[in-house]
């Protein structure tokens, strides 16, 4: 899951103005579609992470720790709206779109340490043993050098694709100047 | 045969996730994005408002009601619920707080929702029978049909998106009409454990109503600029493909797995006493 979690990460950093171009038009890249849907592949790749880890923590809790986990959820689902409205107030006047999927990260950053910690506990892991466990898995260094390959040869194959954004990028760095 | 309509529901979602992602691509490449972030933020919301109450309260008392071996119980419980957003929609109308549209689309997407509350009992006709060919075309055809009159009345701004969501429900209760047949019902009284049912679900349904509209409302009630909510809702729309079509059924899956399956975690498990 954070395979596909961290290609949409990797390939929305590099294409994503390119294909709301492609997709939909000169308009939305200057209302700033591209640059949030960057950030939204940023977000994704925190939904694909904490999915992964939320899982894996409910299947290896026992009844009492469900039911304590239960709870806490339950506060998560009221936090989760309480952080959006306060963090959108600030930062959607300033920030717009962006604002609003910000606030979004922080939530699933808070929820992903939660579900982090409550698994350290559960596997009564001591220091920080647990995290290079997880992360630094041969696997997952793997995934990562592929995910960061894809793309460059993508763009070596189709370098159209990169003029395009690059062209867009000095369009709009010469809009803002102008 | 329920897992046959699990499958064919899966797909079902599937490809109107699919149609209806290529289709605002076709509107938003005509429509600004401040015509495209008032009518996917602010009227389309306006819309599951008034249809979101008849769904979550009447379909779940209707699904849980002791008397639901009686296929003619369930769906008078769906027609209680049609007739209640018929109420509901007049009063969302009036107090919508939304100047950045006008009263004409405001009025006529409540009238919108008020036509699609027709097609509930319909669906849920359609559940109990595990029938979902229905559905299917008649979601297919309409959005197609949604799309057409978007794009042909587009000039008209907004509007145009309410004109085509009436389109939509005209043809989703045209043609589930048309392929399930009449339905039986056994008239308005309601019983007095349909009504605290109604009642409990209520509370419920607000809640996840919240929940599942919270960055809508805050972009709504915050007063973002209306470009500001076309570019959300068409990020989270693209999304969305990947959330809701790829993540959810793999977390589904995760949730259900024992802790071995969680190889080397699960080594570091403390043994069970012998």
Request: charge should be negative; hydrophobic fraction near 40%.
């Given at each position: 899951m954070w395979v596909l979690g961290l290609g949409a990460f990797v390939y929305g950093q590099l294409l994503s103005e390119v294909f709301i171009r492609v997709a939909y038009g000169q308009q939305w890249v200057e209302a700033g579609a591209g640059a949030a849907l960057r950030a939204y592949s940023g977000y994704v790749l925190l939904m694909a992470l904490n999915g992964v880890i939320d899982a894996i923590g409910h299947a290896q809790s026992s009844t009492d720790q469900l039911r304590t986990r239960g709870f806490i959820m339950i506060g998560f689902s009221w936090y989760f709206p309480l952080s959006i409205y306060l963090l959108s107030s600030m930062l959607l006047a300033q920030y717009g779109a962006l604002g609003i999927i910000g606030s979004n990260l922080l939530s699933y950053v808070c929820r992903i340490a939660y579900c982090v910690w409550l698994l350290r506990s559960q596997l009564a892991?001591?220091?920080?043993?647990f995290l290079p466990e997880l992360w630094t898995a041969l696997s997952f260094a793997c995934v990562l050098f592929l995910s960061f390959l894809g793309p460059i040869v993508s763009l070596a194959l189709f370098p159209q694709a990169l003029l395009l954004y690059r062209c867009n990028r000095g369009y709009l760095l010469r809009t803002k100047q102008d | 045969m329920e897992i046959d309509a699990a499958k064919r529901a899966l797909s079902l979602h599937f490809v109107l996730k699919v149609l209806t992602v290529g289709t605002n691509v076709a509107i938003a490449r005509v429509a600004s994005p401040e015509i495209f972030g008032q009518a996917n933020i602010n009227l389309l919301l306006l819309y599951t408002l008034v249809l979101h109450f008849t769904r979550e309260c009447f379909r779940r008392v209707a699904q849980t009601?002791?008397?639901?071996?009686l296929q003619l119980v369930r769906l008078t419980q769906m027609w209680q619920g049609t007739v209640c957003t018929w109420g509901f929609a007049p009063v969302a109308w009036a107090l919508?707080?939304?100047?950045?549209?006008s009263p004409m689309s405001t009025a006529i997407i409540c009238l919108a929702a008020s036509i699609e509350a027709l097609a509930e009992p319909l669906y849920a006709h359609d559940l109990i029978k595990l029938e979902m060919k229905h559905r299917a075309i008649a979601e297919g055809f309409a959005l197609i049909l949604r799309s057409a009159v978007v794009l042909g009345t587009i000039t008209r701004g907004v509007e145009a998106f309410a004109l085509g969501q009436v389109a939509y429900a005209i043809a989703v209760v045209l043609l589930m009409r048309m392929q399930t047949g009449p339905l039986r019902w056994k008239g308005l009284g309601v019983e007095r454990a349909t009504g605290r049912l109604v009642g409990t679900e209520l509370g419920l349904a607000v809640l996840k109503f919240v929940l599942s509209e919270g960055e809508k409302l805050v972009l709504l009630f915050f007063a973002a600029a209306s470009a500001e909510q076309g570019v959300y809702a068409l990020v989270a729309s693209l999304g969305s493909i990947i959330t809701r079509n790829l993540f959810q059924p793999i977390e589904v899956q995760l949730g259900r797995k024992?802790?071995?399956?969680f190889s080397p975690l699960s080594n570091r498990l403390p043994e069970l006493p012998k």
């Open positions: 892991l001591a220091g920080p043993a | 009601s002791p008397q639901s071996a919508w707080p939304s100047a950045d549209l024992p802790p071995t399956a």
